[in-house]
């Protein structure tokens, strides 16, 4: 997306009509304008010359930024400055010089002629020279405000008015009628009628045409204020971005501006100071504190190859690093590109403001015609019925419509920025409140997506400690990931490493070694059976720790068994947590996991899901989005490359920001914790905007329809009630304002209080996930809806074969592997635990090149097993 600055805006009418007029250049084929930010996004072929020519000739200036926005391709300084508000200085300054004059005209004009305040012996009785004065007077704080007079005429003269178009036709038409009534008043004079002269002195309108600049621009003056707020949250992040890093060049420390910091440049960081750029830590280690990109105030510990990112603090040690993601690549600077374009971009219900605003001021001036004659006709005085049609012109407020939706997607993403939940565009914000199931993808998910020591079983007098260590010994050598998870724990128990002997390494089957002397064995209850007795009680333990969804591991020393130490990929701390508050919404959930049902099972039983749907590929993670969006409007949450094409399919696709890049460039929120709890604090952020954004447009268009009727004196008839423009200009200014402080109430929102949280209407998933595992069983994974659209009448050759020596999810994906090399074998469902491997044909393979390929993987392959 090519981002643009426009300039000359002034009201939704305006920001409409640029957006019409770059969205027919050829070329284009997508435009989206912010009045807020007077930003505006154009995707497409055309160049820039003939967008900013567009944007031009329709009455407005443009000119292109650089392409992250505001941000990117300019430094972080440079970047901040763009965002400075200039606005609300200028027009300050105008108010304040405006204000002078203005207390001189109403003292005149009205503490004078209304209460009979003093004034200079020459002015006394001598009405000609007050409205003189008062001629004066108006004219000095137009031509301070001459701004509107300009834009107004402008858009006028382009058949685009807008608000300052109202303004300007309000002002002026009191200053012209006003500037008639003294010449009248003149002649009046000069033919000796007095009771002329008095009446027209009565018709001035000089303070209505000088008040009412002055308070809309109070109104316009609040409402820069209030949307410089706004873009605080990007603010604050740029003012994180360093401005120095401390590299080495030829072992010598050098202090250089962040923007020659290059990829593979080696710096240093000492406690206390920001970290440069995105880097590996090679040397040293420390305490680093990500609150300015993750929102979460414990430091984090960081070693030797650990990942450290730009404005996170150093809090301890000095580390030395080096550079892998420097300029528009760090982490910092795609954080801020995502609230940049966020804010650039334009929500659906915005739309609905949008159309009201393209005819809505033409229909106020008409208003305003109509409503001045029918005064006239009715027998009212031409300044009775002008006053009724530049009240109509002053009251209405296109402004507040046209900031009723961007003020709060701007306030809510930047309130998500700041909490560590990132929403890439104003769609992506608006759509996941109304999210009605969440897919939740298993591994690095709702579980850590590591393996640990969950359970220890030492046998009749071995000490757990002791246990430990004997596996500790063995699994120091093994690559396995699940000797990972023993290595883990007996570090964090400080168990001394002892070397073996003899070490071995038996693919599928389990680990052989010697140590002082004595043989010592672990693996899976088929390796360790055949060579030492295992007791029914302990196999009866180890069957309860699989139905759990753990893998148990055994370990022999001497031909004795000494234990079962059982490894598992363990949930999260906060997922049971976070899927009980997405139920509380009413939301329904269902884990999508690749593994087996048994362990998918488990882990769904623990995290409390709705519905689980296990052994799915990623092409069928797809499809399964692709059946439940059937239901209802779907969220998909994932962390690896495998789950990008269902978070791309997914009405919402959510990434853990922990996970891969491809992931999170597919989805459409990124969470930058890592943690599930933050995607119902997501939602209820979506919630919270769009309910705001709702308050913001029923006051625009309420304020509007109340307010136009009573300036046309619809009520005068029936209650008397009448409307100064003065009164009109002053509710025209505070509507904007009122729109703007209500979207700033979001900055005290608490997104993680889950205690009032709303139910929608729920959706039974149930039938969907059937139908998507039946069709997964036989078809490759693909839905029925699919079949039946493509024509097709699937009945894949299946078998089951049976495999023996795999022990863990690990092994799973080696049988997987190297069964799915075959052209003629589509997909293979692997199962450790029934010891079996569902394969779908295009046709047969020989089964000498399938046990061929097993055995070659280190398995025994057992032949395919019969279905009766």
């Keep these: ?376 006709l009715a027998g009212q005085t031409f300044g009775f019925a002008l006053a009724r049609g530049i009240s109509v012109l002053v009251i209405s407020c296109p402004c507040a419509l046209g900031l009723a939706t961007p003020v709060a997607i701007m306030v809510g993403n930047g309130m998500g920025a700041k909490h560590g939940i990132l929403f890439k565009t104003a769609v992506s914000l608006e759509e996941a409140g109304k999210v009605q199931i969440v897919a939740l993808d298993k591994t690095g998910t709702i579980t850590s997506g590591e393996p640990k020591v969950t359970d220890m079983l030492p046998s009749d007098g071995i000490q757990e400690d002791e246990l430990l260590r004997l596996a500790y010994a063995l699994e120091k050598k093994s690559e396995h990931p699940l000797a990972r998870a023993i290595l883990q724990r007996a570090e964090e128990k400080h168990v001394p490493a002892a070397e073996v002997a003899d070490f071995q390494a038996l693919p599928g089957n389990g680990l052989k070694a010697v140590l002082d002397g004595k043989a010592l064995v672990g693996g899976n209850l088929n390796f360790v059976s055949g060579l030492m007795k295992v007791s029914d009680e302990m196999k009866r333990k180890a069957e309860v720790l699989a139905e759990a969804g753990k893998t148990p591991l055994f370990f022999g020393q001497d031909g004795k068994l000494i234990g079962i130490i059982a490894v598992a990929d363990v949930i999260k701390e906060d997922s049971p947590q976070a899927v009980r508050e997405l139920q509380n919404m009413g939301i329904r959930v269902v884990m999508l996991t690749g593994d087996n049902e048994r362990t998918a099972k488990a882990i769904g039983q623990q995290a409390g899901v709705d519905e689980v749907i296990a052994g799915v590929l990623p092409d069928g993670k797809e499809s399964v989005i692709r059946a439940l969006k059937e239901k209802g409007k779907v969220a998909m949450v994932g962390d690896g490359i495998n789950d990008a094409p269902a978070l791309t399919r997914a009405d919402i696709g959510i990434a853990i920001g922990a996970g891969t890049d491809i992931a999170i460039d597919a989805a459409d929120v990124v969470l930058m914790k890592s943690r599930l709890s933050d995607v119902p604090a997501a939602i209820r952020m979506s919630r919270a905007t769009l309910r705001n954004i709702h308050e913001n447009l029923f006051w625009a268009f309420f304020y509007n329809v109340i307010g136009i009727p009573l300036a046309a004196g619809i009520w005068i008839p029936i209650f008397g009630l009448k409307l100064n423009p003065m009164f009109g200009a002053a509710a025209m200014s505070l509507s904007s304002f009122c729109v703007v402080s209500n979207a700033l109430r979001l900055n005290f929102f608490n997104m993680h209080n889950a205690s009032k949280d709303k139910k929608i209407q729920s959706v039974d998933v149930s039938e969907a996930a059937a139908a998507v595992s039946m069709n997964k069983a036989v078809s490759g994974n693909k839905t029925e809806s699919e079949m039946e ?62 046990k061929q390929a097993i055995e070659k993987a280190g398995y025994e392959y057992l032949g395919e097993k019969s279905l009766e």
């Design 1 to 376: 997306m090519e981002q643009y600055t426009v300039t000359g805006m002034s009201c939704a009418a305006c920001s409409s009509r640029v957006e019409k007029a770059v969205s027919k250049v050829p070329g284009v084929t997508s435009c989206s304008v912010s009045l807020l930010t007077n930003s505006m996004g154009v995707e497409g072929t055309a160049s820039a010359e003939a967008i900013i020519s567009a944007v031009e000739e329709a009455g407005y200036g443009a000119s292109k930024k650089g392409a992250a926005g505001q941000t990117q391709g300019a430094s972080s300084a440079e970047a901040e400055d763009m965002l400075k508000d200039r606005e609300t200085p200028v027009l300050k300054r105008r108010l304040f010089t405006s204000l002078g004059f203005l207390i001189v005209l109403m003292y005149f004009s009205m503490g004078h002629m209304m209460w009979g305040w003093p004034v200079p012996a020459f002015f006394e009785n001598n009405h000609v020279a007050m409205g003189l004065l008062q001629l004066l007077l108006t004219i000095i704080v137009m031509v301070i405000n001459q701004k509107f007079f300009i834009s107004g005429f402008k858009s006028l003269f382009h058949r685009a008015p807008n608000m300052d178009t109202l303004v300007a036709l309000g002002s002026g038409a009191s200053f012209i009628y006003s500037t008639y009534a003294l010449f009248a008043m003149t002649d009046a004079q000069a033919h000796g009628d007095m009771a002329g002269v008095m009446t027209y002195m009565h018709e001035f309108y000089f303070e209505s045409a000088a008040m009412i600049l002055t308070l809309i621009t109070v109104g316009k003056m609040l409402e820069a204020r209030s949307k410089g707020k706004t873009t605080d949250a990007l603010k604050s992040l740029m003012k994180m971005a360093p401005k120095t890093a401390t590299i080495l060049r030829n072992g010598v420390e050098a202090v250089v501006p962040i923007e020659q910091v290059r990829k593979g440049d080696i710096f240093v960081v000492r406690p206390g100071e920001n970290i440069p750029v995105d880097g590996i830590i090679l040397e040293g280690s420390s305490a680093v504190n990500e609150s300015a990109l993750t929102g979460e105030s414990i430091p984090v510990d960081k070693a030797e190859g650990d990942a450290v990112s730009a404005a996170t603090v150093n809090q301890s040690g000095f580390i030395r690093c080096e550079a892998t993601r420097v300029g528009e690549d760090t982490t910092l600077s795609q954080i801020i590109k995502m609230v940049s374009d966020a804010a650039a971009t334009k929500a659906p219900i915005a739309k609905v403001a949008d159309k009201v605003s393209g005819i809505f001021v033409p229909s106020v001036i008409t208003i305003a015609v109509i409503t001045t004659l029918i005064w006239l």
């Design 789 to 850: 659209v493509c024509g097709i009448q699937e009945a894949a050759m299946t078998k089951t074969l049976e495999i023996e020596g795999m022990m863990c999810g690990h092994c799973e994906k080696m049988v997987k592997r190297c069964l799915e090399k075959f052209p003629q074998i589509s997909e293979a469902v692997v199962s450790f635990e029934a010891g079996t491997a569902v394969v779908s044909m295009s046709e047969d393979v020989p089964e000498e090149e399938i």
